[in-house]
């Protein structure tokens, strides 16, 4: 199957190419940050709607999976206005695209839609209340697909993997400053359900494989805490874990406030998929494999600079 990925360059972007190459072809719309990527990549201003429908068009791709997103908080936060073009106007525009022209389609969306006030799960029914420019853009996202393309998939989501500027996933901050001997804080009382990157793009396309439609929560099945996935992380590694410091994010001078208690059910998705989502360790396990045979280094190799 040939698979067609915007923001080739992000986090899930970068990783679902390099995943989802070995079995399918795969082409990466990018702005310019990608040099010498082992997959097809397309330069294009993906905010330009004649850009995007003629790349379809030339490349007549079997999925799409838009991983396109202004996903920094604080940055959403200084910027609304693009945060909204790039979080809620663009998605709605991919979903239209690829309505037209039958092509299955998924958008991804974040936990943090929920205002984490609940005690235990959120499934799918729950209502969200977003708390920050972030999150109500991306919730705007997710019903700006579903208006218009009821085919498609939204996937909320939350992961952790290696990054092109190796600061964009919370164990490289934490494998970056414990390597280096830094303490660094742990959120005690933010409760999340991180999956492997890796985990994530084999997931989306069983879902692309099984045909799935609608609203799922596709996260990794255990529930912990910052601080937690932080010692994890640390034995995993070899380092230092008393240089994490157990901390409140309330205590964080983080701008854009963060929701406690973001443990989402994947009930649907394992029941929808017919086998149990991926565990925690396992994931972990192969996030420290890929450090061990150099896949960090490998992925920022494919970058311009360093940022
Ligand atoms: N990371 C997580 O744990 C997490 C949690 C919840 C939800 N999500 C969602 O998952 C999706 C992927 O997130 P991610 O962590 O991979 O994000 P990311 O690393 O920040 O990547 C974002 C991608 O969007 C591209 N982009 C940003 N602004 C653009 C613009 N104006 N024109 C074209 N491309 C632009 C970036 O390109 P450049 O590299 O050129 O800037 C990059 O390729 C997003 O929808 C995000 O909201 C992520």
Redesign the pocket.
Known sequence: MKLLL????????INLALETMREHEVIGV????LKSAPFQVINA???KTDEINSIIDNTKPDWFIN??????LEKCEEDPIQAKI??TDLPGELAVACAKRNIPFIH?????VFDGTKEGMYTEEDEPNPQGVYSRT?LDGERAVQQVNQQAIIAR????GW?LGAK??LPEFFVNNLSDGKPVNGFTDVIFCPMWVNHLAQTLIAMLEKDLHGLYHVVGAQPMNKYQFGLEVARKFGLDESLIMPQSVEQSGLTAKRSHNLWLSVHKLSTDLGRPLPDFSTGLDGFYTQFQQGYPQKIRSYQHFDA
């Open positions: 915007t923001g080739a360059s992000g986090l899930l972007g990018d702005r310019g940050r201003d993906i905010l991983c396109a997103a202004l996903a920094n790039l979080n991804l969306s974040t936990d943090s991306k989501v939350n992961f952790f990054s964009r996933s």
